[in-house]
């Protein structure tokens, strides 16, 4: 009996295969195991068993269970396939668009553009009375050395242009003088006395976006002048 439930297995195969090779809406090539010759195979297997021994039914249901636990499996796997491509094909396109804008990392340096500013943000841990920020240019001289005074805990925010500093949107009676600082990298020093020692704060900076790029993990990373690549969860702020 049990030859005879094999060669009649491997008939229900190769007819299963000739049918899907036959037919007249062209199939694409599977060498999955489809539903239908699963059912095929399980009622002929279920007319050519032993009947001295039959086969306990709880069998049959157990693995056309495991057939349909897969099969869901493979359904959820490829639509989550999908969905992925598609959401990380949306996120580059919206990435695509930060080009050219400026967005805000933690940093010391930027680069100040002609005709352009650099906007930052200062964070102050305590209040203080002697906020002072220093640039030094790419050589490392100091191109300017600016007291802002009096700041509240928190961030102070300002806009630099190199010629006229903006603090709060108030903007300093300091002045470079009539020739503003040149383009170039620059690097600024804030200090502030914080618990009654000088320290320095941290910045945030202003960094143009030159490129986009989307890993095959689909994270983005932004290609940022004066910076190179700096992944997108560490921009505090888009400008």
């Known amino acids: 009996m049990s030859d005879m439930s094999t060669n009649s297995a491997s008939d229900v195969l190769a007819g299963y295969a000739i049918n899907k090779n036959t037919s007249a809406a062209p199939a694409k090539k599977s060498n999955d195991l489809g539903q239908d010759a699963f059912l095929q195979l399980m009622i002929t297997q279920m007319k050519n068993q032993d009947p001295l021994s039959p086969q306990d039914n709880s069998e049959f249901v157990a693995q ?38 400026s967005v805000s990392v933690e940093s010391k340096t930027s680069i100040l553009s002609a005709k352009d500013i650099i906007s930052g943000t200062i964070t102050v841990p305590a209040a203080t009375s002697d906020l002072t920020m220093n640039v030094y240019d790419a050589k490392g001289a100091l191109a300017a050395q600016i007291p802002i005074g009096t700041a509240a805990k928190g961030d102070t925010n300002f806009r630099f242009d190199g010629q006229n500093l903006e603090v709060n949107e108030k903007l300093l009676d300091w002045t470079a003088g009539d020739t503003p600082l040149p383009a170039g990298e620059y690097r600024f020093e804030v200090l502030a006395t914080q618990n009654g020692v000088k320290q320095q704060l941290a910045t945030n900076l202003s960094a143009n976006v030159n490129s986009v790029t989307v890993g095959t993990d689909g994270k983005l990373v932004l290609n940022l002048a004066g910076h190179g690549p700096t992944d997108i969860s560490k921009v505090t702020q888009f400008n």
């Open 64 to 101: 056309l269970a495991q057939f349909s636990s897969v099969e869901g499996l493979d359904k959820l796997n490829k639509n989550f396939n999908a969905f992925t491509g598609g959401f990380m094909s949306n996120q580059a396109l919206q990435a695509s668009s930060l080009v050219g804008r």
